[in-house]
Nanobody
């Protein structure tokens, strides 16, 4: 059974940090690019960060560059998103996805698998 499961979401104050994790099972994740997406209430889902299959190249949206870092451990079938200097506008449900190729703006082409999402709320 193919599955992606996110964890690590929660409530954090502005300026704080949070690390999200994504665990993959049922498929070989190192055959796929891994991306993090988010969707805020009333807004479309947007790509945040993406990492290619061999973890050598990463891409991020301009809104998170310098604040978010994506990584992956192919041996463990996991990926992470380290978020720092969080802002209220980062509040959203965050999803990890496995797909074919990253885009230059942190999105992904051909997203085959998705996790159910984890809520991140940045508020004082």
């Amino acid at each position: 059974q193919v599955q992606l499961v996110e964890s690590g979401g929660g409530l954090v104050q502005p300026g704080g940090s949070l690390t999200l994790s994504c665990a993959a099972s049922g498929f070989t994740s190192d055959n796929y690019a891994i991306g993090w997406f988010r969707q805020a209430p009333g807004k479309e889902r947007e790509g945040v960060s993406c990492i290619n299959r061999r973890a050598r190249i990463t891409y991020s949206a301009d809104s998170v560059k310098g604040r978010f870092t994506i990584s992956r451990d192919n041996a463990k079938n996991t990926a992470s998103l380290q978020m720092s200097s969080l802002k209220p506008e980062d509040t959203a449900v965050y999803y990890c996805a496995a797909g074919r190729i990253c885009t230059a703006t942190g999105g992904m082409i051909g997203s085959d698998y998705w996790g159910p999402g984890t809520q991140v709320t940045v508020s004082s």
